[in-house]
């Protein structure tokens, strides 16, 4: 499950938009929106999230626990995993790992965690030694617990999706999911093994499975691919080998949480076009207790990360914690009416690996039709790793599926998510497919237009017109500096190390003062410039890429 990246200095991208007093300069993460004001360069505070009703005496809170979530998933996201130590023992006081556990473990036991922990991404060896049927705090809204449900819902298939995951993990996936839900729901429990070459993983395993089914014949399915196929393709492998009404699509490593299904399979029964998502809490990768996170919505930014949203504010006027939350997009595991699945087109499988196929699927949901919730009464805990599997280079992946969504998907607005990930509109170098099927897919379903979604699902969605020029700003006086984020408290910009592509363009005038935003020497500053409004001095800036004439 991917949601959000990790924040770092060296990613920004700025954009010149025409048609304004002042030069104003987009700096990722965020799209935060920087003015020129003075003498020296000065910024506009970020917009906040959308005010909650203010008389909630607990906002504050949440939007704490909500930047503390995406704090979180920002240290794991995109983390290559780090290479195995000659001499692990050395690592121990640097390593993640035993910051918050292990400290009384002997040495050799603390070489075993480690080598699991640097494999897997997060403490095996202490999943190892935990029940697989452990019990979870109950963290769902108090109010959940007197809801009723009706008697008659439709079954639901579970589906597991896995590559190199250690054994006790969804083992515990697998206890918790039957533990957790009604017999009479739970038609059955598919397992996908994307090419996985962990030998336990096939023969303890399957003689799990083998004991399970000897008592409930078929009741555990097992797919495994012969080659590696990616999160994306599994997903739609277990959907395929489902049979229930309604299908849970989830990596193995969750834990469920009492009273899940109920709510899901009611929302689904009401209405076969809603895309159900769970309300998740954190499995700390380290000491794997249970970590509350707080209700929101999901959402995701222009590169088409995905990110935490605080629920809408017509939420919190129901004044009703236990109602669904209107969610613009999905954070990864769903659930879904099986045939509706099918009809919506399923998941984009000319993706690669993973990432931003949760994002597609939440847009074309709204846009043809359906919608998609979050539930506040279906509570499940997931480990958030310390690093991913699959692939060192994640980036590459979600950039090329975040350019098939746009394609597809986003009309004029596809111009957004180019900007984002600083790439030419036009021979962008990028081989995204082919995408034919997909545009008819949309023709077919007469799916509205992307604007209509993010005016009636996703209005907190920041949008831009009238942009003439995007990417890196350099300076003509130091060609090694370039304008770049600022501190992550303040988000003013500085000059940092350029690492961006070919730029072009020329000075950068205020309109109305007729000063230029140039570079001055000042020995305080890490690399001896500091950004300054001042008399032109013919300094000229260049920026990647050019839309239209900067001077119109």
Not at 15 to 32: D, K, P
Not at 145 to 174: D, G, H, Q
Not at 489 to 498: A, F, G, K, L
Request: with cysteine; hydrophobic share 35%.
């Amino acid at each position: 499950m991917v949601c959000t990246r990790k924040t770092k200095t060296l990613v920004s991208t700025c954009v010149i938009l025409s048609g304004m007093t002042n030069i104003v300069c987009l700096l990722y993460v965020g799209w935060v929106t920087n003015y020129i004001a003075s003498v020296y360069v000065k910024v506009q505070e970020p917009i906040s999230e959308k005010k909650l009703e203010e008389d909630k005496g607990d906002t504050l809170r949440i939007i704490e626990r909500l930047d503390h979530l995406e704090n979180v998933i920002k240290q794991h996201i995109q983390e290559a995993p780090p290479k195995l130590e000659e001499n692990p023992a050395e690592a121990f006081t640097d390593s993640s790992l035993f910051a918050h556990w292990g400290q009384e473990l002997s040495p050799e036991h603390r070489r075993l965690a480690l080598k699991q922990f640097q494999y897997y991404g997060y403490n095996a060896y202490l999943s190892d030694r935990l029940p697989l049927d452990r019990a979870l705090p109950d963290l769902r809204p108090s109010a959940c617990r007197n809801l009723t449900f009706p008697e008659s819902l439709p079954e639901v298939s579970i589906v597991f999706i896995f590559v190199n995951e250690a054994l006790s993990v969804i083992l515990r996936s697998i206890h918790s999911a039957i533990n957790r839900t009604p017999a009479h729901l739970l038609k059955e429990i598919i397992l996908v093994d994307d090419n996985s070459n962990n030998e336990e993983l096939k023969e303890k395993l399957q003689h799990y499975v083998d004991e399970v089914n000897a008592h409930k014949p078929g009741f555990i399915k097992v797919v495994r691919h012969s080659r590696q196929e990616g999160l994306i393709r599994s997903r739609v492998s277990g959907w395929r080998a489902a049979s229930a009404p309604v299908v849970a699509l989830f990596d193995a490593h969750v834990e469920f949480n009492v009273g899940w299904a109920e709510p899901v399979l009611t929302r689904i029964k009401e209405n076969r076009k809603r895309v159900i998502s769970p309300s998740f809490d954190n499995i700390k990768y380290d000491n794997f207790e249970i970590e509350e996170y707080p209700l929101s919505a999901q959402g995701f930014d222009w590169e088409l990360w995905c990110r935490y949203l605080n629920p809408p504010k017509s939420w919190w006027k129901l004044e009703n914690t236990t109602a669904p939350i209107r969610s613009p997009a999905l954070i990864g595991c769903f659930i879904v009416d099986r045939e509706y699945f099918q009809e919506i087109g399923l998941l984009d499988e000319g993706m690669e690996v993973y990432g931003g196929e949760n994002v597609e699927l939440g847009i074309r949901v709204w846009q043809c039709g359906g919608s998609v919730e979050v539930l506040p009464c279906s509570r499940i805990a997931h480990i958030e790793r310390a690093h991913k599997p699959y692939t060192e280079d994640l980036t590459a992946h979600v950039r090329r599926n975040a350019l098939r969504v746009a394609e597809v998907w986003m009309d004029e607005f596809k111009s957004h998510v180019y900007m984002a990930w600083n790439i030419p509109q036009e021979d962008s170098g990028i081989d995204i497919g082919d995408i034919s099927e997909r545009k008819a897919l949309r023709k077919k379903l007469q799916c509205k237009t992307f604007r209509w979604y993010l005016v009636s699902v996703y209005p907190e969605m920041r949008m831009y017109s009238d942009t003439v020029a995007y990417g890196v700003l350099q300076n003509s006086l130091k060609s090694d500096l370039c304008l770049d984020q600022g501190p992550d408290t303040e988000n003013i910009p500085i000059m940092y190390i350029c690492h961006g592509m070919t730029p072009q363009g020329g000075p950068i005038q205020n309109r109305k003062s007729k000063r230029c935003l140039e570079l001055q020497e000042n020995n305080e500053n890490e690399f001896g410039f500091q950004l300054v409004l001042q008399k032109c001095t013919g300094q000229r800036w260049s920026i990647t890429n050019v839309l239209r004439s900067l001077s119109s």
